[in-house]
């Protein structure tokens, strides 16, 4: 079993739609846990940290529940720009590791 | 200012030579990372580097060597280049701290072995 597992993609919404993306990580000693986004043929860069009680910016909230070792991403009015993979990430403290999952494309179309 | 820089950016070579990649970081931190990004594009850690010091070695062939002169740098070395080893190759760099693990990523290096 991978470390951190996301959907499977591609994602194909149109623009203004909303989009969910899932993950789940395998080990409860995880730390941190981000959402990284990757354009094509670029580095991932951060989008959000993801933290217990939840958090939001713009039309992005990232969810975490600690029990279920689930982390989400919901994509409010989806743009154009928002076409890129996004990558669910865990920090284990120990060992200092920082575990990508295998990403999921999302493509918006007009 | 480049956060993170590494060279080359692309890297064609032939099967069984031995190459090098260049990674310097002008943040600060203490951490330092090489991930490979192959063509199914998982992302996956093959060596962590904290201040100079290995502590994350992921099951990766001893044809790769990472060599840490300074906290700022960590270059890869690899010997006897294979087929399997063309992938796309990033360097990054970390802070960790209990409120923020933020990871800089350099532009990567497209190896392509032929």
């Known amino acids: 079993r991978k470390e951190v597992e996301q959907d499977p993609g591609p994602f194909n919404v149109p623009e203004g739609a909303t989009v969910a993306f899932n993950c789940t990580y395998s080990?409860?000693?995880?730390?941190?846990f981000f959402w990284y986004r990757q354009d094509c043929r670029k580095e991932p860069k951060l989008l959000m940290s993801?933290?217990?009680s939840g958090n939001e910016d713009g039309r992005f909230t990232a969810q975490l529940n600690r029990a279920s070792q689930y982390i989400s991403l919901l994509i409010r009015d989806s743009k154009l720009s928002d076409s890129a993979t996004y990558l669910c990430?865990?920090?284990?403290?120990?060992?200092?590791?920082?575990?990508f999952g295998q990403g999921t494309e999302l493509s918006v179309k007009p | 200012d480049t956060a993170v820089s590494q060279t080359p950016k692309y890297l064609v070579t032939q099967m069984g030579n031995d190459k090098s990649i260049k990674c310097e970081q002008n943040?600060?931190?203490?951490?330092m990372y090489w991930y490979k990004q192959d063509s199914k594009k998982f992302l996956k850690i093959m060596f962590s580097?904290?201040?100079?010091?290995?502590?994350i070695n992921e099951t990766v062939p001893n044809r790769f060597s990472p060599k840490s002169p300074d906290k700022a740098h960590l270059n890869l070395h690899i010997n006897s280049l294979e087929l399997g080893d063309s992938a796309v190759y990033f360097c990054?760099?970390?802070?960790?701290?209990?409120?923020?693990?933020?990871?800089?990523f350099g532009q990567g290096t497209r190896l392509t072995v032929v």
């Open positions: 943040l600060g931190h203490d951490t």
């Open positions: 990430v865990v920090f284990y403290n120990q060992g200092g590791k920082l575990i």
């Open positions: 993801v933290y217990s």
């Open positions: 080990n409860s000693a995880s730390q941190s």
């Open positions: 580097y904290n201040n100079k010091e290995l502590i």
């Open positions: 990054a760099s970390s802070q960790p701290t209990y409120e923020n693990t933020e990871a800089f």
